[in-house]
Nanobody, 121 residues
Framework: EVQLQASGGGLVQAGGSLRLSCAAS????????IGWFRQAPGKEREGVSC????????YYVDSVKGRFTISSDKDKNTAYLQMNSPKFEDTAVYYC??????????????WGKGTLVTVSS
């Protein structure tokens, strides 16, 4: 059974830091790009970051560049999103997802349940 479990969300002060984890199982983690997405109340879901399985290339939406860092640990089948200096507008439910075709495929094969991040100003 494929599972993607996002965790690490919670309440964080603006300017603080938080690390989200995405634990994967049921598929070959090494062969999949991992993406982080978020959906704020009343807004569309947006892609936040992605890490390629082939060469480790990383991608970020402009609004988080320089503040968030995506990484993965293939030994642990886990991806991370380090959120530094979060802003109030980063408040959202964060989801991780996996895709066999890479970060630019336009779709994700597997999705996990989200974890809520609330940034207090």
């Amino acid at each position: 059974e494929v599972q993607l479990q996002a965790s690490g969300g919670g309440l964080v002060q603006a300017g603080g830091s938080l690390r989200l984890s995405c634990a994967a199982s049921g598929f070959t983690f090494d062969d999949y790009a991992i993406g982080w997405f978020r959906q704020a109340p009343g807004k569309e879901r947006e892609g936040v970051s992605c890490i390629s399985s082939s060469d480790g290339s990383t991608y970020y939406v402009d609004s988080v560049k320089g503040r968030f860092t995506i990484s993965s640990d293939k030994d642990k089948n886990t991806a991370y999103l380090q959120m530094n200096s979060p802003k109030f507008e980063d408040t959202a439910v964060y989801y991780c997802a996996a895709d066999s075709l890479g970060c630019s495929s336009g779709g994700m094969d597997y999705w996990g349940k989200g974890t809520l991040v609330t940034v207090s100003s």
